[in-house]
């Protein structure tokens, strides 16, 4: 006899095997699948068949985890970038005063090279950033 309760935990444990293993899109998709067998038994199916399809429907474990892999990878890249546009953006702002400050009192000394170096380092950090997360990388 068929038990979709059981069926839903042995489905559950091919997509932890597939490595499926990030909790909120795991329980997104047990909840999507529960939904759609309801729906397909409210249309006169048994169980076991609305469960077989719904899951046919759904995919084989291991491309839901290239899918998975490739929002996360998206998500990734978009982090790279904002860190990168951060260090762009503030690498500027220590410098800039620094150069003021030169510019008012006509010298060098550590109080002004500092910021410009460091301004520096982290503008070119940021650029560098930015670029990695917009490289493209192969699926």
Known sequence: MFHLESAVAEWRNQMLAAGVQSPVPLEELEAHLREEVEQQVKLGLGEQSAFEITTSHLGQPHLLKREFKKIERNNMKLVLILIGIFGILTGPAIILPALAQHR??????????WPIIIG?????????????????QKT
């Open 120 to 136: 520096a380092i982290i503008t070119l950090a940021g650029v560098g950033t930015a670029v990695l997360g917009f490289k493209k």
């Open 104 to 113: 008012n009192l006509g010298i060098w000394n550590n109080n002004i090279i």
